[in-house]
């Protein structure tokens, strides 16, 4: 995941839905559900994190690495989704922590009977469950494309990840100069860790054809968007693309 502030998902969430903000330790969680339900939603950052936390102790190059780890034990089922997130995307485990504590929360939110629709951003990377189709904005920085153009999400297409990378904006790690790179993907987790890979290709607008390639390849991805400078680009038959 590469940190890109926030996509303007507060544009597109319906107003019946409650807006509340959750943090712990170094998760700062924008949630919007049917109520407030910032002790719950706690609770299960604090489950999430406790597996990877554990894990990282045992385990350091899990925190580290930059290229995609085996699974030569038995792991928990969240330590497997980053581990397998990150062999698909062929980048290190760690680039979809966001995304998988994003997916994991909703997720959890919805299986506990708290909420039916359910809107989890974590770091920009977004976990969407809601019951009508979506409109997310993509912020990418200085770019004058920035706020200006909308990816549609259908319905049928929930629950999914909507995840961006930016070797322009923010702190995280990103060896590409792409103003934003967002994928959307069935998995939140994997989404984040090919929004990180996608990103790290983008050297020049040229290289968006070396993304479709990798794209086509994976299953379950809907598409992906890339603003670099003054130039769109995008890929996948299952989303459109709209001013806002």
């Known amino acids: 995941m590469k940190f890109s502030t926030v996509l303007f998902y507060r544009t597109f969430v319906k107003s019946s839905l409650c807006g509340f903000r959750v943090v712990y330790k170094e998760t700062d969680l924008q949630v919007f559900a049917e109520k407030e339900l910032i002790s719950e939603t706690l609770e299960l950052i604090r489950r999430v994190r406790i597996p990877i936390e554990t894990y ?17 034990e038995e792991v928990s089922p969240i330590i497997k989704k980053m581990l397998d997130a990150g062999q698909i995307a062929k980048v290190g485990p760690m680039a979809s922590v966001a995304g998988t504590i994003a997916e994991e929360v909703g997720l959890g939110l919805i299986k506990k009977k708290l909420t039916r629709e359910v809107v989890v951003e974590n ?10 189709k979506t409109k997310v904005g993509i912020f990418a920085g200085d770019s004058p494309l920035s706020g200006k153009v909308a990816i ?28 934003a790179i967002t994928v959307v993907h069935k998995n939140t987790a994997v989404a984040d860790a090919l929004a990180t890979a996608f990103g790290n290709i983008m050297k020049t607008p040229s290289d968006f054809k070396k993304v479709i390639a990798r794209a086509e390849k994976i299953k379950d991805i809907y598409g992906v968007v890339c603003i670099f400078e003054d130039k769109l680009m995008a890929w996948g038959k299952k989303i459109k693309l709209e001013p806002i």
């Open 123 to 132: 770091g920009g990377d977004i976990f969407l469950w809601l019951d009508k």
């Open 152 to 179: 549609i999400i259908e319905k049928e297409l929930m629950p999914c990840g909507v995840c961006t990378s930016s070797g322009k904006v923010g702190h995280s790690l990103s060896f590409g100069n792409a103003d």
């Open 56 to 72: 990282i102790t045992a385990h350091p190059e899990f925190l580290t690495s930059l290229e995609p780890l085996e699974v030569k």
